[in-house]
């Protein structure tokens, strides 16, 4: 069975500040993908990794794949209020994309400025 | 990007009736619909993969004669919750697949079943 954990489950951070959020998977997988969820919301699509040492940025965000170690970090630099949400890695459980996303718990952001 | 669309937003009914959950995609031809859902303040947990023509996969655990998939055509699937009852109230989140990797989630359906 796929188990994704996600460490922390809860951060509070000032702005300015860097951190790292890390996402574990229990099995080999080419499919990693991080969402961000605001309150009351679905979900919005930050990064889709599908191979080993991929890195993928979009502004203060960073995100990357470790398939070796089964591990994924979404970096963030310089964080700004803004960027307060909801944090979801989900790993795919079979190649090619056809079957559903195992997600973490999330990680809840919060922002002070 | 592609879009998604589920209808309703927000649905009340009593406990005993049925609902259900439309989920669209607007602008493109979705291979495969995924059905999700999420507990207040928890993760998301699939409930079942939606292929058109096909009958639905379901998770372990997810009842298939309660959660009832149809996936009519390429760019409808529609989930209908039977006899609801207070503890399936919850956020329903459909997601859509036509090629590539990435999934397009829907803006969810909230039920509440008093």
């Known amino acids: 069975e796929l188990k994704v954990e996600q460490n922390p489950l809860f951060l509070s951070m000032q702005e300015g500040k860097n951190y790292t959020i890390y996402c574990n998977y229990s099995?080999?997988?080419?499919?990693l993908y991080w969402y961000r969820q605001d309150p009351g919301k679905s979900l919005e699509s930050l990064f889709v990794?599908?191979?080993?040492?991929a890195v993928k940025q979009e502004g203060r965000l960073m995100a990357s794949l470790d398939t070796k170690a089964r591990l994924s970090t979404l970096h963030i630099t310089a964080a700004v209020h803004d960027l307060s949400a909801t944090y979801f890695c989900?790993?795919?459980?079979?190649?090619?994309?056809?079957?559903?996303?195992?997600f973490g718990k999330g990680t809840h952001l919060i922002i002070q400025p | 990007g592609a879009v998604v669309s589920q209808h309703p937003s927000r649905v009340i009914c009593k406990s005993g009736t049925s609902v259900k959950i439309e989920c669209r995609s607007l602008d493109f031809q979705a291979t495969t619909m995924f059905w999700y859902r999420q507990f207040p303040k928890q993760s998301l947990m699939l409930m079942a993969t939606s292929n058109e023509g096909s009958k639905a996969t379901y998770e372990q655990g997810v009842e298939k004669d309660k959660f009832l998939i149809n996936h009519a055509s390429l760019t409808l699937s529609t989930l209908t919750v039977t006899s609801a009852h207070p503890e399936d109230s919850s956020f329903y989140i459909c997601?859509?697949?036509?090629?590539?990797?990435?999934?397009?989630f829907g803006p969810g359906t909230r039920l509440l079943v008093l």
């Open positions: 997601s859509a697949r036509f090629s590539g990797e990435t999934q397009y």
């Open positions: 099995t080999t997988s080419d499919r």
């Open positions: 990794l599908l191979s080993n040492g």
């Open positions: 989900a790993v795919g459980r079979s190649g090619g994309g056809a079957d559903g996303l195992t």
